[in-house]
C-alpha cells in the first residue's frame, strides 16, 4: 500500500479520534450515569465502535455507490472497488456486533462471564427489547453484505447490494435520541438520510485515495464522476443536519449556550468548510487534473477535506452520546395524543389551518428538491444546446413536486394522524393528483435527452434510466393491466388489512405507504399517457375501458368505506382524545364520501387526457394519410380502383359468356 494511502487512513483515524474525545468531555458524554456505572471500557468503548462502524459503513455503501456510477463492471478496478466494500462490510460488521453488545453492558450493567443467566439476559436483550433487536438486524445486515460485495461482480447485484448497504442504517435511525425525541418522525428521517449521505460522500472519497494511481483508472474522469455525488451528498447531508439539529435543540439559544449546541456548530463549521473546499478544487483543479502540479495540490486538499471528515465522524459520534438540550425539559406523555403519536393535540382544523399548519417531512422535502433541481437542470442543459422542452410539462413537473411537498409536509400531514378524513385525502393526492402532474412532466424523457451519453462501457444517470426502463421488471409493472391491479387491489389490501394500522402506528409504515403509493399510481397513470417510453401501451379504446373499470372500482372502494359499521383503527382514530370536529365514525364516513368524489375528480382528468390523446392521434394518422396522397397523387386509391374495375371487367365477361 502506497504511502499516500496510509496517510489517508491514518489522518482520518487521528482526525476523529481527536474530535471524538473532545466532544465526549465537553459535552458530557463519557460521564457515567447517575444509578449505574457500567465503567470506562463501556463508556468509552460505545463510541468508538460506533465512530469505526459509522467509518466503515462509509467505506461499504461509499465504494458500492462510486463502483456502480464511476467504474465498469468486469474491471480489475471495479472487482478492487467491491473488495473494498466487502472489507468495509466486515469491518462494519464486527463493529455494529461490538457496540450492541457495548450497549447491553450499558443497559443492564450484569457482570460479565460465561453463565447461562447472563447468555440468556442477551439473548432476550437482542431479541426482545427494541434496542437489541436494532443492534442485531444491522449486525446481521453487514454480516449479508460482506459476502454479497465479495460474491457478486456484475451491475444488478452490486445494486442490490448497494442498496442493502443504504437500508443497513434504518434500524439503528429509529433509536437513540430520534426514539425519545417529540418529532420522531422528522428525526428518524433526519438521521437516516444524514448518515446515508455522508456515507456516500465519506466513501467515496475513500475509494478515490485507495485507487489512487492504478494504471486502469482514469483518475481525472474518475474525480469528476465521484464530484458529482458529493454534490448531491453534501445538499442531502446539510438539509438533514438543519432539521436533526432543529429537533434536538428547539431553543436556537441552546446552540451557543450548552455543550451539544457547541459540538453541533463545530459540525456546521466543518461541513462549511468541507463544501468550500470542495467547491473550489471542482472549479479550479478538478479540469487540470491531467497536469502534476494541479494534481499535487488536488492531492494534497483530498487530504486536508478527509481530515476535516474526520473531525466531522468523531463529532457525530459523540453527539449521538450527548444529551441534547430538549431532552433535558421533555415532558411526559399524559395525552392520548401524545402517547400514540408522540407529539400534542393540533388544534381544530380551521380555514387558517390550511394555510398555516405545516409538519415537514425531510424525506420528501429533498427528494422534491432534489427533484426539482435535476429537472430543472436539465431543462437548462436543452435550452444552451438549442434544445426545445416543451413549458408545459416544465410546469407540470413543478406543480407535481411542488404539490408532494404540501401533501407530505403541509395541514395534510399535520393532520393525517388525527382525522381518518385528511389522511384519505392526502392518500388521493399521492395515488393520482400527484402522478398526473409528474407523469405529465415527462422526466424519463428528459433524462434521457439531457443527460451526456457514456461510451466507456460505464454506467451513469442515463444508462441506468435506460437499463430501468427496459429491465424485466419494468416490462411487467408498466403493463396496463398489471398497473392498473397493483393500483386498485393495493388499495383495497392497505385499507381492509394490517398495513393500514402499520402505517400508523409505525413511522416505516408510512413512509412505505407513501413510496408505495406514490408510485403505483405513477405507474398506472403513465401506462395510460405521457411521453415517456413503455414497453408496450394498449390502444386508446382499450385505456379507456381499463381506466372506466378501475374508475368503478374505486367508487365502490369509497363506498365500502362510508358503508362501514365499525371505527378503522379503532385504537388509534378513536382513541386520540379529541375534542374538536365530528366524532371518528362521521369523520370516517367523510373520508369514505372523499375516495369516492373528490378522488374521482384525477380519474376523470386522466379520461379527458386520452380522449384528448385519441383525437389527436387520429387527427395525426389522417394529415399523415393526406401528405401522403399529396406527394403520391392519390396512387394507391387510383390503384385500388383500377383493381376493382379489373375485378367487375371480368364478372362481365364472365356474364357475356354465359
Given amino acids: 500500500m502506497s504511502a499516500y494511502r496510509i496517510a489517508g487512513i491514518v489522518i482520518l483515524l487521528v482526525a476523529a479520534l481527536v474530535a471524538l474525545t473532545l466532544a465526549l468531555l465537553v459535552g458530557g458524554g463519557a460521564k457515567p450515569p447517575l444509578l449505574q456505572d457500567p465503567g470506562p471500557f463501556v463508556l468509552w468503548g460505545t463510541p468508538i465502535a460506533k465512530l469505526v462502524m459509522n467509518m466503515s459503513g462509509a467505506v461499504m455503501l461509499g465504494s458500492l455507490v462510486l463502483a456502480l456510477f464511476g467504474l465498469r463492471a468486469g474491471d480489475r478496478s471495479f472487482d478492487a472497488a467491491l473488495n473494498i466494500a466487502s472489507v ?14 457495548l450497549a447491553f453492558m450499558a443497559a443492564f450493567n450484569p457482570k460479565l462471564s460465561i453463565e447461562r443467566e447472563f447468555g440468556t439476559q442477551l439473548g432476550r436483550f437482542l431479541l426482545e427489547l427494541p434496542l437489541g433487536q436494532s443492534w442485531l438486524i444491522t449486525t446481521l445486515f453487514g454480516a449479508i453484505i460482506t459476502v454479497l460485495a465479495f ?104 446552540l451557543w449556550t450548552t455543550p451539544y449546541g457547541w459540538i453541533v456548530l463545530a459540525k456546521v463549521a466543518l461541513l462549511g468548510g468541507m463544501g468550500l473546499l470542495g467547491a473550489w478544487y471542482r472549479a479550479r483543479l478538478i479540469p487540470k487534473l491531467a497536469g502534476a502540479r494541479a494534481a499535487g495540490w488536488f492531492w494534497l486538499l483530498v487530504l486536508c477535506e478527509v481530515a476535516l471528515m474526520g473531525l466531522a465522524s468523531g463529532a457525530a459520534a459523540a453527539l449521538a452520546r450527548t444529551p441534547p438540550p430538549t431532552g433535558e425539559t421533555a415532558a411526559f406523555l399524559q395525552t392520548p395524543a401524545q402517547i400514540l403519536t408522540g407529539a400534542t393535540l393540533p388544534p381544530e382544523l380551521t ?94 424523457t428528459l433524462a434521457l435527452r439531457a443527460i451526456h451519453k457514456r461510451d466507456d462501457g460505464t454506467r451513469g444517470g442515463r444508462e ?50 407513501v413510496i408505495h403509493f406514490l408510485i403505483s399510481g405513477y405507474l398506472f397513470v403513465m401506462s395510460l399517457i405521457g411521453a415517456d417510453p413503455v414497453p408496450y401501451r394498449l390502444p386508446y379504446p382499450g385505456r379507456l375501458i381499463t381506466l372506466i373499470a378501475v374508475m368503478a372500482m374505486h367508487a365502490f372502494f369509497g363506498i365500502a368505506i362510508m358503508m362501514q359499521e365499525g371505527l378503522m383503527v379503532a385504537d388509534w382514530f378513536g382513541a386520540m382524545g379529541r375534542d374538536w370536529g365530528v366524532d371518528p365514525m362521521q369523520d370516517q364516513y ?27 392521434s387520429d387527427t395525426k394518422l ?37
Fill in 464 to 513: 441506468w434510466i435506460m437499463w430501468a426502463v427496459h429491465s424485466p421488471f419494468a416490462r411487467v409493472v408498466t403493463h396496463p393491466f398489471v398497473a392498473a391491479a397493483i393500483f386498485i387491489l393495493s388499495l383495497w389490501a392497505f385499507y381492509f388489512t394490517d398495513l393500514v394500522r402499520w402505517s400508523m402506528f409505525e413511522h416505516l409504515g408510512h413512509e412505505w405507504m
Fill in 151 to 254: 460474491a457478486w461482480r456484475s451491475w444488478t447485484p452490486t445494486l442490490i447490494t448497494a442498496l442493502l448497504a443504504a437500508a443497513s442504517f434504518l434500524p439503528l435511525a429509529t433509536q437513540g435520541h430520534a426514539g425519545d425525541l417529540a418529532g420522531h418522525n422528522m428525526a428518524v428521517n433526519s438521521i437516516l438520510l444524514h448518515t446515508i449521505g455522508a456515507a456516500v460522500w465519506l466513501g467515496g472519497l475513500l475509494l478515490l485515495i485507495l485507487l489512487r494511481g492504478r494504471a486502469d483508472v482514469d483518475t481525472a474522469q474518475l474525480v469528476g464522476r465521484y464530484s458529482s455525488l458529493a454534490i448531491a451528498a453534501f445538499a442531502v447531508v446539510a438539509v438533514s443536519g438543519v432539521t436533526r439539529s432543529i429537533v434536538a435543540v428547539g431553543d436556537w439559544t441552546a
Fill in 622 to 658: 389522417q394529415r399523415r394519410a393526406d401528405r401522403h396522397a399529396d406527394r403520391t397523387g392519390d396512387a394507391e386509391l387510383e390503384e385500388y380502383n383500377a383493381k376493382l374495375a379489373a375485378l367487375a371487367e371480368r364478372d362481365q365477361r364472365r356474364e357475356e359468356g354465359r
Fill in 590 to 616: 367523510v373520508g369514505g364520501g372523499i375516495a369516492w368524489s373528490i378522488g374521482e375528480i384525477p380519474t376523470l382528468i386522466l379520461a379527458i387526457t386520452v380522449a384528448i390523446q385519441w383525437s389527436r
Fill in 88 to 101: 468495509g462490510a466486515a469491518v462494519f460488521t464486527i463493529s455494529a456486533g461490538l457496540a450492541g453488545f
Fill in 351 to 444: 380555514l387558517e389551518r390550511w394555510f398555516t399548519a405545516w409538519d415537514i417531512d425531510v424525506l420528501w422535502l429533498i427528494a422534491a428538491g432534489l427533484g426539482l433541481f435535476f429537472y430543472l437542470a436539465g431543462v437548462w442543459r436543452l435550452h444552451r444546446r438549442g434544445d426545445r422542452w416543451p413549458i408545459h410539462r416544465t410546469v407540470f413537473w413543478v406543480l407535481g413536486m411542488l404539490l408532494l411537498v404540501w401533501v407530505t409536509g403541509g395541514p395534510i400531514n399535520a393532520y393525517q394522524e388525527y382525522l381518518f378524513s385528511i389522511h384519505m385525502m392526502g392518500h388521493m393526492m399521492l395515488s393520482m393528483a400527484i402522478p398526473l402532474l409528474l407523469v405529465s412532466g415527462a422526466p424519463i
